[in-house]
């Protein structure tokens, strides 16, 4: 059974710091794809930042410069570094794994957790 448990949300004042992080359990972590993706209220989930086995990064142009992503196989982690937080911040964030076979994908996400960004 596959299981990403995020961690690390909470209440911060806007110019704040957050560090995120998703543990996996239950797949072969160093081959999936791992992503940060947020979800405001009435508002449809958006990539925040996707991380590749070869630990290339991407990010949304709303958070270029003061998100970070990284990966740690050994622990089969990956981080969220938050900085300069804002109040459009605010939303619950989810980690995403995928990965892609000859004929399937399998993509799982996490519970997701709450990061709410003011004063």
């Known amino acids: 059974q596959v299981d990403l448990g995020e961690s690390g949300g909470g209440l911060v004042q806007p110019g704040g710091s957050l560090r995120l992080s998703c543990a996996a359990s239950g797949l072969t972590f160093s081959i999936y794809t791992m992503g940060w993706y947020r979800q405001a209220p009435g508002k449809q989930r958006e990539l925040v930042a996707v991380?590749?086995?070869?630990?290339?990064?991407n990010y949304a142009d709303s958070v270029k410069g003061r998100f970070t992503i990284s990966r740690d196989n050994a622990q089969n982690t990956v981080y969220l570094k938050m900085n300069s937080l804002k109040p459009e911040d605010t939303a619950v964030y989810y980690c995403?794994?995928?990965?892609?076979?000859?004929?399937?994908?399998?993509?799982?996400w996490g519970q997701g957790t709450q990061v709410t960004v003011s004063s």
């Open positions: 991380i590749t086995t070869r630990s290339n990064t």
């Open positions: 995403n794994a995928r990965a892609t076979g000859r004929s399937e994908t399998y993509e799982y």
